[in-house]
């Protein structure tokens, strides 16, 4: 049987509705664990948030580890902010289309304050 390619697997497991997150502390050098919203395009895997000046999102702007766990299935990654504004927007597009209140904020004027994609190793 031939081995699943990262793209199968995590097509597998894009609909899942949140992953736990493991940062390392951008002082401390511990590991912080947080469940966070993703998405999954192709290879890719985004996170969003809300605010940036959460712990997750300073540590992996420090130092890029991110430790993915989806549905019991661990992956090991290093993610880095997306600044590129078309990027941005095909995040956020892929986020309104996942999640119903995501959609429903976006016609408030809210939207996520930064995104990240994950590169995953191996």
Same mark, same amino acid.
């Given at each position: ?5 990262l793209?199968?697997?995590?097509? +597998? /497991? ?5 992953l +736990? /997150?493991t $940062?390392l502390g951008?002082?401390t050098?511990?590991?912080?664990r947080?469940? *966070?919203? #993703?998405?999954?395009?192709?290879? $890719? ?5 809300q605010? /940036?000046k959460r712990?997750?999102?300073?540590n &992996?702007?420090?130092n890029?580890? !991110?430790d /993915?766990? &989806? !549905?019991?299935?661990? =992956?090991k990654?290093? !993610?880095?902010?997306i600044?590129?504004?078309? +990027? *941005?927007?095909?995040?956020?597009? %892929? %986020?309104n289309q996942k #999640?119903? %209140?995501?959609?429903?904020g976006?016609? %408030? ?6 995104? =990240? !994609? *994950? $590169? &995953?190793?191996?």
């Amino acid at each position: 049987m031939a081995k699943e390619s990262l793209k199968q697997r995590l097509d +597998q /497991l894009k609909d899942h509705s949140t992953l +736990q /997150l493991t $940062t390392l502390g951008r002082k401390t050098g511990k590991r912080h664990r947080v469940t *966070v919203w #993703y998405l999954v395009d192709g290879d $890719t895997v985004y996170l969003v948030t809300q605010g /940036l000046k959460r712990d997750w999102p300073r540590n &992996i702007m420090k130092n890029g580890h !991110a430790d /993915l766990d &989806i !549905a019991g299935k661990a =992956f090991k990654g290093h !993610a880095k902010q997306i600044t590129n504004a078309k +990027q *941005v927007s095909h995040v956020k597009a %892929l %986020l309104n289309q996942k #999640y119903w %209140l995501a959609w429903v904020g976006s016609w %408030l004027g809210m939207a996520p304050e930064g995104a =990240f !994609a *994950v $590169t &995953i190793e191996g």
